[in-house]
């Protein structure tokens, strides 16, 4: 039995529901319910591909665990140092490639490189933008980099199969914000602070459920999330961080096989944030994601930078922002072209009956 790796075309969601509605809507509806649900709950998060990690369904997802023993006392630096050395364990004599975008998630995972191995200088080779080292953070450039083995690319020159050859480990920042919460809560001010239920009478929630038509059916589904979720959700800041925790996690870290278009050279790439170390350090401290206003959101991690670099104007001021956006330009649309990837190889960008017949191998009848 194959599984769903990725998806993000309206067609493929749209053929999921209608599979699932042909052969389970007379029997057991509420499965089709949840799908419906599903895919509200990522117009809320602004993914259209969201894969739960936290549910069973119709079709098979290739989904991440989610720790069922999460209980920690290490710190975030702790963690981070953890997740570096068990890459370096990994990487043997290959050369390990950090995507630095000078943001906070990908600086984390640089540091934490740079900080567990004094021969850092011959073993990292780093991939970024005239605008990682030029706006985003020039002062870590210039202090550490200069002299580093640093290949400047632009837009889809980073997604070149060349960068993930099976003879370098390649590292990106993705699962970062995963482990924070959602972009999203920027804008909604102290009503972060609020019971999550507040979040159902938000004009925002009722937009993305497709107003009354779906409504009802993703605030059951939420609550059924909630019940299933082993941390506690109390406020509307738990409750984006846990629906971007468990929806959006697979999603992120599998997006960009459709820009490289080859998924096996691609599953040699880590994602730095997907470990059990940092999934566990998030379970076990809802409260330190945000702190008090959206300056101090990530603070644990520009701490940890901080303790590297001693930067106190990139840790009081850095604000979160998608910093390889910004760096690449045209790639969203490039990887909404791509319909569907399956665990057997399968990348699918082609006609609509061609791609149900794939979703059928991932059906669980």
């Known amino acids: 039995m194959h599984k769903i790796k990725y998806y993000i075309d309206d067609v493929v969601r749209e053929q999921i529901i209608q599979i699932a509605i042909k052969d389970y809507y007379l029997t057991q509806k509420e499965r089709v319910f949840d799908l419906m649900a599903l895919f509200c709950v990522g117009n809320l998060l602004n993914i259209s591909g969201p894969i739960n990690r936290n549910h069973e369904f119709v079709f098979n997802f290739d989904s991440t665990p989610i720790p069922t023993e999460f209980n920690t006392s290490d710190t975030f630096t702790e963690t981070s140092l953890k997740?570096?050395?068990?890459?370096?364990?990994?990487a043997c004599n290959k050369k390990v490639c950090v995507f630095w975008s000078g943001g906070i998630d990908s600086t984390v995972a640089l540091v934490a490189l740079m900080m567990t191995n004094s021969d850092w200088l011959n073993r990292i080779r780093i991939y970024t933008s005239e605008y990682a080292i030029r706006e985003e953070y020039p002062l870590f450039y210039d202090t550490y980099l200069k002299n580093a083995d640093v290949v400047m690319l632009k837009n889809l020159e980073f997604f070149d199969k060349k960068l993930f050859d099976l003879d370098v480990l390649p590292i990106d920042g993705t699962c970062g914000d995963q482990i924070w919460g959602c972009n999203i809560m920027r804008d909604m001010g102290e009503m972060r602070k609020q019971h999550y239920s507040k979040l159902y009478n938000h004009n925002e929630f009722y937009l993305h459920t497709e107003k009354h038509k779906r409504l009802y059916i993703t605030i059951d589904y939420i609550e059924q999330q909630i019940e299933k979720f082993p941390v506690p959700i109390k406020t509307v800041a738990d409750l984006y961080w846990m629906l971007t925790f468990t929806h959006k996690w697979d999603h992120v870290k599998s997006r960009a096989i459709a820009a490289v278009n080859?998924?096996?050279i691609f599953d040699n790439k880590i994602s730095f944030f997907n470990s059990l170390y940092y999934q566990r350090w998030a379970m076990s401290n809802l409260d330190v994601k945000l702190g008090d206003t959206w300056n101090t959101y990530k603070q644990p991690a520009k701490d940890f930078i901080?303790?590297?670099?001693g930067d106190n104007e990139y840790r009081v001021n850095k604000l979160q922002h998608e910093s390889m956006g910004r760096s690449v330009e045209p790639v969203k649309h490039l990887?909404?072209?791509?319909?569907?990837?399956?665990?057997?190889?399968?990348?699918?960008?082609?006609?609509?009956?061609?791609?149900?017949?794939?979703l059928r191998e991932c059906y669980t009848k």
């Open 83 to 90: 997740t570096a050395e068990d890459i370096w364990s990994v």
């Open 262 to 264: 080859d998924i096996t």
């Open 306 to 309: 901080y303790e590297f670099t």
């Open 335 to 358: 990887i909404r072209g791509m319909r569907l990837v399956t665990t057997n190889g399968h990348l699918i960008n082609m006609d609509e009956s061609k791609c149900e017949q794939l």
